[in-house]
């Protein structure tokens, strides 16, 4: 059973372009949704975070806006660039237990020059 | 500071053989955690150690498990390897405390079973 649904599974987007992505979650009891970006032959790395108290977070051209009635939140990449070519999964974390990360499926962001 | 590093980076495995998988947690962190990624899936959560003990398992069968070790480096075993078990497996680390929920991988092992 899959906790956290992540669409859409691929998108091609012009340099310069917006790069939008959702998840939507079940369990109201997340308490913390971060995104990784993962490069081929690379592991996750940690890109940005929210807290379900805050309904947006911006840091550089990343932003995290976040609905808690509507259990979605998406990410929003500015300024699309070549290099932010990768594949970005979304999470979901109960916070005092075991920590565990409950990720979507991914997706794969192409940025054509 | 280093990194989160995974040893090794391949590994081709038979059905029914056993393996070991190492990593090594990232100065300072004392929480390790272990996902399996199947080819384009996100990663699924195997179990974590704090601590040298076990705090928290995923949904994967016993023949999957795994130590940490005082230096809080960890492995992970799998026995009776199955052809579904081909995948990459990632480590990831974490300060312990209120920030244990901040996660740090390494590159992963890239694991095939034949």
């Known amino acids: 059973q899959q906790q956290v649904k992540q669409s859409p599974q691929s998108l091609i987007v012009q340099k310069g372009g917006i790069s939008i992505i959702n998840c939507a979650y079940e369990?109201?009891?997340?308490?913390?949704f971060p995104w990784y970006q993962q490069f081929p032959g690379k592991g996750p790395a940690l890109l940005i975070a929210?807290?379900?108290?805050?309904s947006e977070k911006k840091e550089g051209r990343f932003t995290i806006s976040f609905n808690k009635s509507a259990k979605q939140f998406s990410l929003h990449i500015m300024d699309s660039q070549p290099g932010d070519s990768a594949t970005y999964f979304c999470?979901?974390?109960?916070?005092?237990?075991?920590?565990?990360?409950?990720f979507g499926a991914g997706t794969t962001v192409t940025v054509r020059a | 500071e280093t990194g989160v590093t995974q040893s090794p980076t391949h590994l081709i495995k038979t059905r029914g053989q056993q393996v070991t998988l190492r990593c090594s947690s990232q100065?300072?962190?004392?929480?390790v955690s272990w996902y399996q990624q199947a080819l384009g899936q996100g990663p699924q959560f195997i179990f974590q150690?704090?601590?040298?003990?076990?705090?928290g398992r995923g949904n994967f069968p016993p023949r999957f498990s795994g130590l940490q070790f005082p230096n809080y480096s960890s492995e992970l075993n799998v026995n009776a390897l199955e052809l579904d078990d081909s995948a990459l497996y990632l480590c990831?680390?974490?300060?312990?405390?209120?920030?244990?929920?901040?996660?740090?991988f390494g590159p992963g092992t890239r694991l095939t079973v034949t």
């Open positions: 100065s300072g962190h004392n929480t």
């Open positions: 150690y704090y601590r040298e003990e076990e705090n």
């Open positions: 369990n109201t009891a997340f308490d913390y």
């Open positions: 990831a680390s974490s300060l312990g405390g209120a920030m244990r929920y901040e996660q740090y």
């Open positions: 929210i807290r379900p108290d805050v």
């Open positions: 999470a979901a974390q109960l916070l005092f237990n075991d920590y565990k990360l409950s």
